[in-house]
């Protein structure tokens, strides 16, 4: 019995003996195969990881083509326009100077029947001089409630059943733009009631002729509707006027009525106009106590006006076709965008600027600093 146990122990003893030497022999083959492999084929270890990066680059194709593709088919959907005007009805506010005046010009042109709010009377007849006969003006003043009364009583007797396909709310002022601590709540509140109030009151009353015509809104606010550069109420209003697009929009999707905003960069207006800004300015310096003024320093006034006037020389365009051109597509294209950029400025400079940290931002706008500390 002993004997037997100690012949199946060698047996044992035997078998993993031998397994040890198939585990050699085959270290030793894969060994001589690799330096083998490496030997005649340097490149191997790349050519191992091909496959890998043969599919990242077959993904990256397959996504460029997906994007190139829904280039093409935005494009195409972008440039389909509606195929008859000449039965619709556009009514634009501010038509007196700017962007107003060119855009009735330029729908008179293509053959709506224009309807141009005019802030004055001599802007009337200047307008209706370079025009059509289809065009029509109409005396308005958005601040005050009987003046747009009057105007949506106008509107209404012209365009009867077939109700009101556009209205541009384009009117605006730019107001007193100074440091915050320089104004009073009056020039706040006069940009907030031409650029804010005057557009809802106007577009409010205009609503159920809209309504009518399944037509379009075009709301023109301002790339500065995203980013404050300074104090004064333009800014307030136009945030708020961006607000307000914004719900509009999304409360008249069910009754097919679509709204659209243009956010302008700068351009040479006259609410752009550094004569009348540097004026403004200075009667507001002129009124305050000496104690802000010797905060700021007596050079502040100039030095400030002279940096304004130097970034509009470089920034603004005098081309006002392109917010015209944006206004144009938004009443006739099939499938209308729901914001537009106009000019390089917005595009490249202030539209990318929101996107930045706010402490970078504030970085690159706070160049006016307090030059006495001591004073405050």
């Known amino acids: 019995h002993r004997e037997g146990q100690r012949e199946r122990e060698r047996q044992r003893e035997r078998q993993r003996e031998r397994g040890r030497e198939r585990d050699r022999e085959t270290e030793r083959h894969t060994h001589t195969h690799t330096h083998t492999h490496r030997h005649l084929c340097p490149g191997s270890t790349t ?21 190139l593709l829904w280039f093409l088919c935005w494009w195409i959907r972008d440039r389909v326009r509606l195929e008859k005007v000449s039965d619709k009805h556009v009514f634009i506010t501010g038509c007196d100077t700017g962007f107003g005046r060119l855009a009735a010009r ?3 042109r293509e053959g709506f029947q224009v309807l141009a709010g005019c802030l004055t009377e001599e802007g009337a007849q200047s307008l ?18 009987a003046s747009i009364e009057n105007a949506v009583n106008q509107i209404t007797q012209v365009v009867g059943n077939a109700g009101l396909w556009g209205l541009v709310n384009n009117a605006g002022i730019a107001g007193v733009l100074c440091p915050t601590d320089w104004l009073r709540i009056e020039h706040f509140r006069r940009p907030i009631e031409v650029n804010l109030l005057g557009p809802i009151a106007v577009t409010l009353k ?15 606010t301002s790339v500065l509707g995203r980013m404050a550069l300074g104090g004064g109420g333009y800014f307030p209003s ?14 008249m999707k069910s009754f097919g009525i679509k709204v659209a905003c243009i956010e302008p960069g ?6 752009t106009n550094c004569d009348v800004h540097r004026n403004s300015k200075q009667c507001v310096w002129d009124s305050l106590p000496a ?7 007596e050079d502040y006034f100039l030095q400030s006006c002279i940096r304004r006037e130097k970034l509009m020389r470089i920034l603004s365009s005098r081309d006002l076709s392109q917010v015209v051109w944006c206004m144009e597509h938004a009443l006739t294209a099939k499938y209308p965008r729901t914001r537009y950029s106009a000019g390089m400025d917005a595009k490249l400079v202030w539209i990318p600027m929101t996107y930045l940290p706010t402490f970078v931002t504030d970085y690159l706008l706070c160049s006016d600093a307090i030059i006495d500390l001591n004073a405050v």
Do not use: C, H, W
């Open 206 to 220: 205009l609503l159920p002729l809209v309504k009518k015509a399944r037509g379009r809104i075009v709301n023109v």
């Open 238 to 251: 136009k945030f708020g006027m961006e607000a307000f697009n914004d719900s509009l929009r999304r409360d």
């Open 266 to 271: 700068s351009f040479e207006t006259r609410m």
């Open 128 to 145: 209706t001089a370079d025009t059509s006969s289809r065009l029509k003006t109409i005396q308005l003043d958005i601040t005050k409630s």
């Open 47 to 67: 050519a191992l990881r091909a496959p890998g990066t043969r599919r990242a680059a077959g993904m990256f194709a397959y996504l460029l083509a997906l994007l």
């Open 291 to 297: 104690d802000v003024r010797k905060q700021y320093g």
């Open 106 to 108: 330029a729908f008179d």
